[in-house]
């Protein structure tokens, strides 16, 4: 079974650091890219972060752009998203995603069920 | 940066009937590139339909989708009590490479 599951979501103060990690299983973890996705309480999808199947290529939303860092390590089928500088509009429930399609970017078929960022005082 | 519009906001509609969801971007996207989400409350967003016309794995074939350039359309020929959930498109393309619609909630009449 195709699985992503999404870890390290806690409660921290504004400016603190986190990372989050996501495990897969169940496909080739190294042909794919992956994604963060994050949906703040009550509002919609809004795309974090990618990084292609060699972790040679990553992009981010502007919104996050030199705060977060995203990374994978294939040996442990592991996605991570190391947040820094953390604001209360950074607080969501986190997403892990696989693309559908080997190689490239496209669109996500497989999502995890998320894991929750909390940034308050 | 591609905005992408979607409409109505909210579609009140009864079990049986047909919907029609639209989603408009702000300048052409590449049909190899839109998908279709559905969400339900307390569940992660699954994917029915990508390449702007292909099911997913799964997806019953009632759902389909169409479009091309900046209008594409998710349709629900007859509609299961299991269908009323947000719906979102989303595209790859430019920078800021990915885009989400804002969502169209589907209830039930």
């Known amino acids: 079974e195709v699985q992503l599951v999404e870890s390290g979501g806690v409660v921290v103060q504004p400016g603190g650091s986190l990372r989050l990690s996501c495990a897969a299983s169940?496909?080739?973890?190294?042909?794919?890219?992956m994604h963060w996705v994050r949906q703040a309480p009550g509002k919609g999808l809004e795309w974090v972060s990618l990084i292609s199947w060699d972790g040679g290529s990553t992009y981010y939303a502007d919104s996050v752009k030199g705060r977060f860092t995203i990374s994978r390590d294939n040996s442990k089928n592991s996605l991570y998203l190391q947040m820094n500088s953390l604001r209360t509009e950074d607080t969501a429930l986190y997403y892990c995603?696989?693309?559908?399609?080997?190689?490239?970017?496209?669109?996500?078929?497989?999502w995890g069920k998320g894991t929750t960022v909390t940034v308050s005082s | 940066e591609i905005v992408l519009t979607q409409s109505p906001g909210t579609l009140s509609l009864s079990p049986g009937e047909r919907a029609t969801l639209s989603c408009r971007a702000s300048?052409?996207?590449?049909?190899?590139?839109l998908a279709w989400y559905q969400q339900k409350p307390g569940q992660a967003p699954r994917l029915l339909i990508y390449?702007?016309?292909s099911r997913a794995t799964g997806i019953p074939d009632r759902f389909s989708g169409s479009g091309s350039g900046t209008d594409f359309t998710l349709t629900i020929s007859r509609l299961e009590p299991e269908d009323f959930a947000v719906y979102y498109c989303q595209q790859y393309g430019s920078s800021p490479f990915i885009t989400f619609g804002q969502g169209t909630r589907l209830e039930i009449k």
């Open positions: 390449g702007a016309s």
């Open positions: 300048q052409s996207v590449s049909s190899s590139y």
């Open positions: 169940g496909f080739t973890f190294d042909d794919y890219t």
């Open positions: 995603a696989k693309d559908i399609r080997v190689y490239t970017v496209s669109n996500m078929d497989v």
